[in-house]
């Protein structure tokens, strides 16, 4: 059975920081692209930030610097620090995991929310 948890959103003032988890199951974790999306009300989803299993993150240009994305393939944990949080970061943010040779194998966890206040 697939799973995708997200943990670690909630309530934070403008400034601080958040580290949001993905623990997943049942899924190829190294052999997939993990991402983070998230969707604002009245608007779409975007793409944050995503990783593949031995790279580097690519980052939206709205969190560059301010967010980091990692993994632990052995954990089949994802990561997203986020440091510098503004109010316009306020969404529900949700963990993607997409298959690098299959990309029909694309799950999505429940989301979580992320509040910024000013």
């Known amino acids: 059975q697939v799973r995708l948890v997200e943990s670690g959103g909630g309530l934070v003032q403008a400034g601080g920081s958040l580290r949001l988890s993905c623990a997943t199951s049942?899924?190829?974790?190294?052999?997939?692209?993990m991402g983070w999306y998230r969707q604002a009300p009245g608007k779409q989803r975007e793409l944050v930030a995503d990783?593949?299993?031995?790279?580097?993150?690519r980052y939206a240009d709205s969190v560059k610097d301010r967010f980091t994305i990692s993994r632990d393939n052995a954990g089949s944990t994802v990561y997203l620090q986020m440091n510098s949080l503004k109010p316009e970061d306020t969404a529900v943010y949700y963990c993607?995991?997409?298959?690098?040779?299959?990309?029909?194998?694309?799950?999505w966890g429940q989301g979580t929310q992320v509040t910024v206040s000013s």
């Open positions: 993607n995991a997409q298959h690098l040779r299959f990309p029909q194998l694309n799950y």
């Open positions: 049942g899924i190829a974790f190294s052999a997939s692209t």
């Open positions: 990783i593949i299993g031995g790279g580097s993150g």
